[in-house]
């Protein structure tokens, strides 16, 4: 395992610092997108024309995050969370009991839920 470290290490000080700046700004690019997308993999990898703007100089650091785009997600993230939740505390309060005939219940129905 340390052989493993001490190579990765190695070889990572051996990449230019422009390629791995071009590296990680195409990864957060392509992790906006995700979000953009609902967590998908149906989008194309963004290209910002890195060695253009790295002839200018003006080739960024990091790319912001679009905040709408951000907070759209984390919204219908607690949304799920939340309906989750409730279909949590429905089951905690079903009573469980040994029933001898095979009668069969829609779920979704006996909590209540529109699914």
């Not at 230019?16 to 609902?38: H, K, S, W, Y």
């Not at 951000?70 to 279909?87: F, G, I």
């Not at 505390?89 to 779920?107: A, G, K, P, Q, Y």
Request: proline share 3%; charged share 25%; glycine share 4%.
């Amino acid at each position: 395992m340390v052989d493993i470290v001490d190579n990765t290490e190695r070889v990572w000080s051996d990449v230019d610092p422009a390629t791995l700046n071009a590296n990680f700004l195409t990864l957060q690019g392509c992790m906006m997108e995700v979000i953009r997308c609902a967590s998908g993999n149906n989008f194309n990898i963004p290209h910002m024309k890195k060695a253009v703007l790295t002839a200018k100089g003006r080739l960024p650091l990091s790319i912001e995050a679009d905040a709408d785009v951000v907070n759209a997600k984390l919204a219908s993230e607690v949304a799920k969370n939340l309906e989750m939740s409730d279909v949590c505390t429905e089951l905690e309060r079903l009573d469980v009991v040994e029933d001898s005939d095979d009668e069969e219940f829609d779920i979704p129905s006996v909590l209540g839920l529109n699914i």
